[in-house]
């Protein structure tokens, strides 16, 4: 099982440059890990994608569906005032959004109780950068340089 962040799936909906390496990395181990707020991310950016042109409307409602359903199997970090309390505690460390920070509070969280390592799945550079120093392996291991 491996912590899925919202860019990192996000990215797997939206069919962008780096869906091939993370969907092969989906087949190897399916399970995603993640948190409450990542669906409502992935809708978010599905969203904007629609409001630049990059998607239409009736994509942008299978789009929905699809995640909703997808969600449902995902495991989430269910405690969110722990997830919370450590988000802040995170601010204080990293030069983080309050999404990033619960993003990789809620890794934390999962992992602490995880029989093994937890990898994090991301794209965003500040966010890898942070769960690196907070102990977790982060994958992909390089990104493109277009990102």
Do not use: K
Not at 27 to 54: F, K, N, Q, Y
Not at 132 to 137: D, K
């Amino acid at each position: 099982m491996r912590y899925w962040d919202s860019s990192a799936l996000g990215s797997l909906y939206l069919h962008e440059t780096t869906a091939v390496a993370l969907r092969a990395m989906l087949t190897a181990d399916p399970a995603i890990a993640t948190s409450a707020l990542t669906r409502v991310e992935i809708v978010s950016a599905v969203c904007r994608a629609r409001r630049s042109g990059r998607v239409t409307a009736a994509q942008v409602g299978e789009l929905r569906e699809e995640v909703a359903q997808a969600a449902a199997t995902w495991l989430v970090a269910s405690d969110i005032h722990a997830t919370v309390g450590m988000a802040e505690t995170l601010l204080t460390r990293h030069a983080l959004s309050a999404a990033d920070a619960l993003q990789l509070a809620a890794a934390l969280d999962i992992a602490a109780g995880a029989p093994r390592p937890l990898a994090f799945v991301c794209l965003d550079d500040r966010l890898r950068a942070a769960a690196t120093a907070e102990g977790l392996t982060v994958l992909p291991a390089h990104l493109p340089a277009n990102l």
